[in-house]
T-cell receptor, first 115, second 111 residues
Framework: DAGVIQSPRHEVTEMGQEVTLRCKPISGHNSLFWYRQTMMRGLELLIYFNNNVPIDDSGMPEDRFSAKMPNASFSTLKIQPSEPRDSAVYFC?????????????FGPGTRLTVL | GQQLNQSPQSMFIQEGEDVSMNCTSSSIFNTWLWYKQDPGEGPVLLIALYKAGELTSNGRLTAQFGITRKDSFLNISASIPSDVGIYFCAPTNFGNEKLTFGTGTRLTIIP
């Protein structure tokens, strides 16, 4: 079975450029989560969707960040314009259900470097 | 706001040693999760605890949900090289999909 798929695995860009990270959740899962991991802040939730609807985006750092889930099998996290402090590993995770006790399956992450 | 403290921050042990780490929170939770992150990968769920006082094992891993519902510990017995990685606690409550991860315990095994 395919797990959560993220692309690209690595992204290097220059400050000011637009960055789009992509995620394909596990088929049948109805919740999707975007996390960011840095040494300073650890692993933090940015936004999550349930049935393609954004439920909580309180973790999104600022307006430069936006996320969409146009259908059950695809989500994007966009940063425009990117800044060096956005450098981090971005994870996508998915789960089935909404009780909070469902196992979240994480993708391999996208390592973003903004120069 | 909620405070979540995970300790120790890092551990350097020899193969075969036992490992113990814990998480404490300023808030009460009814679910405690423990995740492991291998180098270059995303976190993977190891153990889930749903009841105060619950003690659960998964192979060489044992985790307990504190009676106060504000803490949890994870033990690893007879460590092996593949135990290397970062271990995170992630408490939550039923009905809440949001996970708040602890700061992590980085486990290194010295040859």
């Amino acid at each position: 079975d395919a797990g959560v798929i993220q692309s690209p695995r690595h992204e290097v860009t220059e400050m000011g450029q637009e960055v789009t990270l992509r995620c394909k959740p596990i088929s049948g899962h109805n919740s999707l989560f975007w996390y960011r991991q840095t040494m300073m802040r650890g692993l933090e939730l940015l936004i999550y969707f349930n049935n393609n609807v954004p439920i909580d985006d309180s973790g999104m750092p600022e307006d430069r960040f936006s996320a969409k889930m146009p259908n059950a099998s695809f989500s994007t996290l966009k940063i425009q314009p990117s800044e060096p402090r956005d450098s981090a590993v971005y994870f996508c995770a998915s789960s089935f259900g909404s009780s909070g006790r469902e196992k979240q399956f994480f993708g391999p992450g996208t390592r973003l470097t903004v120069l | 706001g909620q405070q979540l403290n995970q300790s120790p921050q890092s551990m350097f042990i020899q193969e075969g040693e036992d490992v113990s780490m814990n998480c404490t929170s300023s808030s009460i939770f009814n679910t405690w999760l423990w995740y492991k992150q291998d180098p270059g990968e995303g976190p993977v769920l190891l153990i889930a605890l749903y009841k105060a006082g619950e003690l659960t094992s998964n192979g060489r891993l044992t985790a307990q949900f504190g009676i106060t519902r504000k803490d949890s510990f994870l033990n690893i017995s007879a460590s092996i090289p593949s135990d290397v990685g970062i271990y995170f606690c992630a408490p939550t409550n039923f009905g809440n999909e949001k996970l708040t991860f602890g700061t992590g315990t980085r486990l290194t095994i010295i040859p």
